[in-house]
């Protein structure tokens, strides 16, 4: 089915695994909006992307700014149909460390952009949904939350990543089945070792060590692979509460 006049929603869509995924999407046919912190990288994607693709600057925490992406992604001719959630951060620090305990206000930051933001722009993204009219199998949208295999095993250091990761894998089911009866469906993806902004700064020796622990391919994967996987869950409309590990049989070790 053509995706003309349906629009899509990537927060943290300005770089990394959201850019790969709001290209992909642009490819597919749908009219997307970026929203992400970084209101320069995010307008310079939407110029590449065309169809009338827009960008936003904002924190997922805050309820305005999502909502207005939202009403301008639901403004499209056939309304929201897909919400991705891409944005996230990361810390590295233990529950008590050489310093003491575990900085309190740190670990509500992670779990604030992290899970409370997923949460916030999925709700707000749903409910637009709620208003479109029903497609196939009586579909009104999609919405794809990213956890990380840290949420089944995290590392030394990971308690506040880890958390926000392992309940967004819990929020897939009970959000999928809140939204059922609304032909809304949710998934989650919990993606490996990425090639992204935040590894690329790394040195080249302990990108290499990262990619040898990865069983087959051993290598870092490609944000465009989660991209595609973001559209192949769009296109599979059985997909629905479950978290799929994109990782390349990856298992964490504690360092």
């Known amino acids: 089915m053509s995706n003309t006049g349906k629009s899509a929603l990537v927060s943290g869509g300005a770089s990394g695994l959201g850019a790969a995924t709001a290209r992909r999407l642009a490819q597919a046919g749908f009219r997307v909006v970026i929203f992400d912190r970084n209101a320069e990288a995010g307008t310079a994607l939407a110029a590449k992307l065309g169809n009338g693709a827009r960008a936003f600057a904002g924190d997922v925490t805050d309820p305005v700014a999502v909502q207005a992406a939202v009403d301008e992604a639901a403004s499209s001719p056939l309304g929201l149909r897909v919400v991705v959630n891409c944005a996230g951060i990361g810390i590295s620090e233990k529950t008590v460390g050489k310093t003491g305990a575990h900085d309190l206000d740190s670990f509500v930051r992670v779990i604030n952009v992290n899970l409370i933001g997923t949460f916030n722009v999925m709700r707000l993204g749903a409910a637009a949904m709620n208003s479109n009219e029903p497609l196939e199998d009586g579909e009104r949208g999609v919405v794809v939350n990213t956890a990380s295999v840290a949420a089944y095993e995290p590392q030394i250091g990971q308690v506040a990543y880890g958390a926000s990761k392992g309940a967004i894998v819990t929020m897939t ?83």
């Open 173 to 255: 089911l009970a959000a999928a089945r809140d939204l059922a009866s609304r032909g809304i469906r949710v998934m989650t993806i919990a993606p490996g070792t990425f090639d992204t902004p935040l590894l690329g700064a790394l040195p080249e020796d302990v990108r290499q060590s990262i990619a040898a622990t990865v069983p087959y391919p051993s290598r870092m994967g490609d944000p465009a692979e989660y991209g595609e996987l973001v559209a192949f869950i769009v296109a599979n409309r059985l997909l629905n509460g479950e978290t799929i590990r994109l990782d390349g049989a990856l298992r964490m070790t504690a360092r």
